[in-house]
């Protein structure tokens, strides 16, 4: 190929095949710009085009799955990316049968994303686009009241239903729950493309973390509602992102998927180098954005293009950059590959 565009890059890289260059991307939240279409358009383009971004992981606010089902949110009061929860859909056990599978069509807050992507698609026609999706389990938790991070809680949720008893004492009931959820985010995905992405970013969140769901818990409430959402994604890319210390990256080497990101450097965690089959994305600390540690980002993605100098490799944080990001710092991880 003579001449690279990003589009041939992405491509080419997410195929498992060495492009001219590493491509590299960041993304974080504004979480005064994400509670409509155009506004989650315009500042994401913004964004994407002062940076020059090889491509564009779209931040959606992280509520966004979670209310199709009723879930309902003070956008006025936020605690770092997480609006106050003020309604949980299901409030008693037995609400989990009321989750019930949902037309993207017939969806407020999918058709309002999907409007987006189409904005942003126009604003970026070049630029390769990938949503952001939580898995089936993680909406599930969400709609419990419930975090998918370990030892963490729901902002405005102070007595969340008993995990114990939704897991134990409606079981059948998390399973039509989850596969409701799978079903729905499967049609979703179908219009994301019809709408102009050119992939997911399928965010298991905290779940893998084995002191939330060991690997039997996980085979049985994540795998089988995963393999529906990522089948359905199988015609554009599809990156997974397992978040937080033992998130376990390995336990997807035969997923469906494309791109593997997690953080490198988290306990419990393997690092870059790490034998995983999926092209690698990921490399510096997220973390280091929030504090401008332009050192320590300019080492950390330096050694990373070292190490992953042979292999497809996309350049980008660990996680979302903390919404304290400064413009030094993102500008740094631009230039990381120039």
């Not at 565009?5 to 080419?12: E, V, Y």
Request: hydrophobic share 40%; glycine share 6%.
């Amino acid at each position: 190929m003579s001449a690279w565009n990003k589009k041939d890059r992405f491509d080419a890289l997410l195929s498992g095949e060495l492009a001219d260059r590493p491509i590299v991307s960041g993304w974080r939240h504004f979480t005064d710009k994400e509670q409509n279409a155009k506004d989650l358009a315009d500042t994401t383009i913004q964004f994407t085009k002062q940076y020059d971004w090889d491509w564009v992981k779209i931040n959606p606010r992280a509520t966004y799955l979670s209310e199709i089902w009723g879930n309902a949110y003070d956008f006025q009061d936020y605690r770092t990316v997480f609006p106050r929860q003020t309604k949980a859909a299901i409030a008693i056990l037995a609400d989990v049968w009321e989750i019930q599978v949902k037309a993207a069509a017939a969806s407020a807050p999918l058709q309002e994303q999907l409007q987006a992507v189409k904005q942003i698609r126009e604003g970026l026609p070049e630029t390769p686009l990938i949503q952001t999706i939580f898995s089936p389990l993680t909406v599930l938790l969400f709609l419990a009241g419930r975090s998918a991070y370990v030892y963490e809680t729901i902002f405005g949720i102070d007595k969340p239903v008993s995990f114990e008893a939704l897991f134990n004492e409606q079981r059948s009931g998390v399973h039509q729950a989850l596969h409701a959820i799978s079903l729905t985010l499967a049609d979703y995905v179908t219009e994301l493309e019809r709408a102009g992405a050119d992939g997911i970013f399928y965010a298991v969140t905290g779940t893998a973390h084995p002191k939330l769901f060991d690997e039997s818990m996980f085979n049985e409430f994540s795998r089988p509602y995963d393999m529906i959402v990522l089948e359905a994604a199988q015609h554009v890319k599809r990156v997974l992102h397992t978040c937080g210390p033992y998130s376990q990256p390995e336990r997807f080497n035969h997923y469906p998927i494309e791109g593997i990101s997690w953080d490198t450097g988290a306990a419990g965690n393997i690092g870059l180098t790490g034998d995983l089959k999926a092209t690698k994305v990921g490399g510096v600390d997220h973390e280091l954005f929030a504090k401008n540690d332009i050192g320590r980002i300019q080492e950390q993605a330096k050694e990373a293009l070292r190490l992953m100098s042979s292999q497809p490799f996309i350049l980008a944080p660990n996680c979302s950059i903390p919404i304290t990001a400064t413009d030094d710092a993102l500008l740094q991880l631009k230039k990381s590959i120039l």
